[in-house]
């Protein structure tokens, strides 16, 4: 009711400039508790188009083909699609090098410390909206969500100044300009690949391509650019249906890989005795690798802000993004541990999707003979699992980054066009990665840099900001800096353990980035280099899985 009231309201009062508005409630009204609900969903979550407002409950009501966003299903859904990116296929090589057991814990215990910084988000979030309610009418803050954006450059603006915000939005946008980047550049050589591969030969973009190789490569850039972009420009509420079909699809993919290799077991035995030891056993050796795919796995707290804002009841947003985390948590455990003991004999494709390359269906599946012709559905269906991925997570990360970017627009223009400058700022966040994959294929030592920046994302930034939020709430007065998802993880002597943890994490991984870069300059073991390269955590452990998709 108080909704379709404000509309009312709202479509008498809208001026010809384009600005919206509505009828402020008098002071007696908003001194009463009970009209603070109405006085902040009319005036303030729905209509206000300035300088902290993004995504308003009316762009998702005029969406077209949409109805006030979407449910918590779809955005458990979304949620999914943002965390399960080409990470997931690089897991099982980690599983290796590591150790099944060194590999679980690790993943087990950086995913407890990413569900509290996840957590934290939203309470930072909910803080930011009665932050700037309470400033705009001198009330008590009451902090909780509506359909109002506020994203990490919002919130760390908000409760950190200038500062705060540049800061953010520098760690994003490298980190994430280089995610893009990746994404671009390792969906063109595998779509060419896959190409010459079909007509009996190869292109490896990466080792002296030919004329015909680099124009595929090229051209598949171009394919790609024309399916993301598009896609991008969609506000999240008009892709719940594709999204929840790429869901769909991922479980679907990821229950194949899981049964084939089941089968396998079932039909050739479990591992002999030395060859399961080394599978199960503790590799010191290899904690670097694994440490980068596993530290980060559940990184999605950037884009957090872009999931949920648009899910139509928030009562129970933990809940959601939990199911989201534990969902993917484990298919990771299931992938990561089963594929690393099966496949644990070949360690020389780090990305698991190749392994179903010589899948035959054959006595368990890689047995030897002609290759039936179900078994190369199979293979169809799990090797293009990287390829949709990259289809699916461009256009979604482009999303956050332009979001991020509409902060710096000006007021006097979102008043007047706000959703012009949205499409625009997504561009700019879309379109130059495409055009630097054109330019630069092998990107090494730039993700070696920008990988690095995940750790800021979703360990010190979250945590900054919880202690931050917490301090600027409570001089309203005590308790109120609670949310309506606050819980037992939100004591604040918790964000300063992670922030230790977190920073201990950047050290290894910048020890590590310089000790590659020393051996890329001196010219040392190339092996020895690329599992240096590995720990600049998961962004740049997804690119060295992509590299290797050019064998496909």
């Known amino acids: 009711r108080v909704q379709q009231k404000a509309t009312r309201a709202h479509h008498?009062?809208?001026?010809?400039?384009?600005?919206?508005c509505s009828k402020r409630m008098s002071s007696e009204d908003t001194a009463d508790p009970s009209n603070l609900l109405s006085a902040e969903t009319a005036d303030d979550d729905l209509f206000d188009h300035g300088a902290h407002s993004f995504q308003t409950f009316e762009d998702i009501v005029e969406a077209p083909g949409s109805t006030a966003g979407y449910n918590r299903f779809v955005g458990w859904a979304i949620t999914v699609n943002y965390i399960i990116g080409?990470?997931?296929?690089?897991?099982?090589?980690?599983?290796?090098?590591?150790?099944?057991?060194?590999?679980?814990?690790?993943?087990?215990?950086?995913?407890?410390?990413l569900v509290f910084t996840a957590f934290?988000?939203?309470?930072?979030?909910?803080?930011?909206?009665?932050?700037?309610v309470a400033k705009e009418r001198a009330t008590p803050p009451r902090n909780r969500l509506e359909f109002k954006m506020y994203d990490y450059t919002q919130f760390c603006y908000l409760f950190g100044g200038m500062a705060g915000k540049v800061c953010c939005q520098v760690a994003m946008s490298l980190y994430v300009y280089g995610v893009l980047w990746a994404y671009s550049a390792a969906f063109a050589s595998t779509l060419a690949n896959v190409i010459f591969g079909l007509m009996g030969d190869s292109c490896d973009v990466y080792d002296n391509p030919s004329t015909q190789c680099s124009l595929t490569y090229y051209g598949a850039i171009?394919?790609?650019?024309?399916?993301?972009?598009?896609?991008?420009?969609?506000?999240?509420a008009q892709q719940a249906i594709l999204q929840v079909f790429l869901t769909v699809y991922r479980f679907f993919a990821f229950g194949l890989m899981l049964a084939t290799v089941l089968v396998a077991l079932m039909v050739d035995g479990p591992l002999n005795g030395d060859d399961a030891k080394d599978a199960l056993s503790f590799k010191w050796n290899g904690f670097a690798v694994m440490f980068s795919s596993t530290a980060v796995a559940l990184t999605m707290h950037y884009n957090l802000p872009n999931a949920v804002t648009p899910i139509r009841n928030k009562k129970k947003l933990p809940l959601v993004v939990f199911a989201s985390m534990m969902t993917s948590l484990f298919?990771?455990?299931?992938?990561?541990?089963?594929?690393?003991?099966?496949?644990?004999?070949?360690?020389?494709l780090p990305l698991a999707a190749l392994e179903w390359q010589s899948y035959t269906g054959h006595k368990g599946g890689w047995g030897e003979g002609k290759t039936?012709?179900?078994?190369?559905?199979?293979?169809?269906i799990v090797e293009l699992f990287p390829i949709i991925n990259l289809i699916n997570n461009f256009p979604l990360v482009s999303i956050t980054l332009g979001t991020n970017f509409e902060q710096w627009v000006p007021e006097r223009h979102l008043r007047v066009h706000p959703k012009l400058w949205k499409r625009v700022c997504i561009l700019i966040a879309g379109v130059p990665p495409i055009l630097a994959s054109l330019a630069v294929s092998q990107l090494d030592i730039i993700f070696t840099f920008t990988g690095m920046f995940s750790f800021f994302l979703v360990f010190i930034i979250p945590c900054v900001f919880q202690l931050l939020s917490c301090r600027t709430l409570r001089k309203y007065g005590p308790g109120m800096d609670k949310t309506e998802y606050s819980g037992f993880w939100s004591w604040l002597g918790l964000p300063w353990i992670i922030i230790t943890i977190g920073s201990g994490a950047f050290l290894f991984s910048l020890v590590n980035v310089i000790y590659s870069i020393v051996l890329m300059f001196i010219g040392g073991d190339s092996s020895s280099s690329s599992l240096a390269n590995a720990t600049s955590t998961s962004s740049f452990s997804s690119m060295l899985n992509m590299s290797s998709v050019s064998d496909l």
């Not at 934290?120 to 700037?132: F, S």
Request: net charge negative; aromatic share 18%; with cysteine.
């Open 86 to 113: 080409m990470g997931v296929f690089g897991l099982p090589y980690a599983f290796y090098v590591g150790g099944i057991y060194l590999a679980t814990i690790s993943l087990l215990c950086f995913s407890g410390l």
């Open 222 to 236: 171009g394919g790609f650019a024309v399916v993301v972009l598009p896609l991008a420009l969609l506000d999240m």
């Open 372 to 380: 039936l012709w179900w078994a190369y559905i199979v293979q169809l």
């Open 120 to 132: 934290w988000v939203l309470e930072i979030m909910a803080r930011a909206h009665g932050y700037t």
């Open 331 to 348: 298919f990771y455990l299931a992938i990561g541990a089963l594929c690393g003991y099966f496949f644990n004999s070949d360690p020389s």
């Open 12 to 20: 008498t009062t809208r001026p010809a400039g384009g600005a919206l």
